[in-house]
Nanobody
Framework: QVQLVESGGGLVQPGGSLRLSCEASGSIFSIITMGWYRQAPGKQRESVATVTSGGDTNYADSVKGRFTVSRDNAKNTVYLQMNSLKPEDTAVYYC?????????????WGQGTQVTVSS
């Protein structure tokens, strides 16, 4: 099993910045990606940014140029630096880890952290 613990959410004004962190523990091996998803009220959960063990990243079009995902493999931690935040970035942000195990792909999720962008 894998456990994910997130931190760093909160309330920020438009144009501000926040940094999210997510530390993984447990049976950490054969990780495909770590990253972040978000879910706003009344909307489906969507991928925000992911990073592979090799450092390859993928971003949602809506956050390109504003958000940066990074990973510290030694600490089993993934970060999301969010700059130039907009009200539409308001959502619960979930850490995600995808693991290859036993011939299949397993998804693990953090508990979620609220990000609110408002003046």
């Amino acid at each position: 099993q894998v456990q994910l613990v997130e931190s760093g959410g909160g309330l920020v004004q438009p144009g501000g910045s926040l940094r999210l962190s997510c530390e993984a523990s447990g049976s950490i091996f054969s990780i495909i990606t770590m990253g972040w998803y978000r879910q706003a009220p009344g909307k489906q959960r969507e991928s925000v940014a992911t990073v592979t063990s090799g450092g390859d990243t993928n971003y949602a079009d809506s956050v390109k140029g504003r958000f940066t995902v990074s990973r510290d493999n030694a600490k089993n931690t993934v970060y999301l630096q969010m700059n130039s935040l907009k009200p539409e970035d308001t959502a619960v942000y979930y850490c995600n880890l995808k693991q290859f195990r036993g011939g299949g792909i397993y998804n693990y999720w953090g508990q979620g952290t609220q990000v609110t962008v408002s003046s």
